[in-house]
């Protein structure tokens, strides 16, 4: 069997006849700049200490960028557009065990959103220097914000904030 892992189906994986994907509304804000053009190369998880990787935003998004280099770490979501979206059953070893999509985190999925945490390390104007980064060259940017646990809201807190899940005993 060849070696190849883009979109072809492997021993004990299924594929369904997924819907037609509508649009959900997503806008492309940027575009990702990494060193790899093949997915034979890409890190299968982005490391810390990776490549220096440029994620590019487009107008009119650039004032968006506004404070964000009071951050060290961000949360990257990005659209995996070479995927395929029609799996339930992967292989991830392509050994002929498989496990269900949802409980790997394959490129390939209904939607294929990857998240990653990146270093910021810099930015130059349009331009965000990160390390972390696990994608094609030219992967289309969905959304940028701070790491979860390096926020905290500025927004005043709200009643469900302090909710908390009644036990009996
Ligand atoms: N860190 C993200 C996550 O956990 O959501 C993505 C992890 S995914 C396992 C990373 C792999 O996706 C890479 O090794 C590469 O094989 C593949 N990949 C990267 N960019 C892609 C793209 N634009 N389209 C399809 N596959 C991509």
């Not at 189906?9 to 959900?24: K, Y």
């Not at 985190?105 to 998240?115: D, V, W």
Request: net charge negative.
């Amino acid at each position: 069997m060849s070696m190849v892992r883009e979109n072809e189906i492997r021993q004990g994986e299924r594929a369904v006849e997924a819907p037609p994907a509508t649009d959900a509304g997503l806008v492309f804000i940027g575009q990702i700049r990494t060193p790899w053009t093949s997915r034979m190369v890409t890190p299968r998880q982005g490391r810390r200490d990776g490549p220096v990787c440029r994620i590019e935003i487009f107008q009119p998004w650039v004032e968006a960028l506004a404070n964000i280099e009071e951050f060290e770490e961000l949360e990257v979501l990005y659209w995996l557009h070479m995927s395929r979206r029609d799996l339930v059953l992967q292989s991830p070893a392509n050994d002929g065990t498989t496990r269900g999509t949802f409980s790997i985190r394959s490129p390939a999925r209904p939607n294929p959103i990857g998240t990653s945490i990146a270093r910021l390390v810099g930015r130059e104007g349009n331009m965000l220097l990160v390390q972390g980064m696990d994608c094609l060259d030219g992967t289309p940017l969905l959304d940028l914000k701070p790491e979860r646990t390096g926020f905290t809201p500025i927004a005043p807190s709200q009643p469900g904030d302090f909710e908390v899940e009644q036990t009996s005993s």
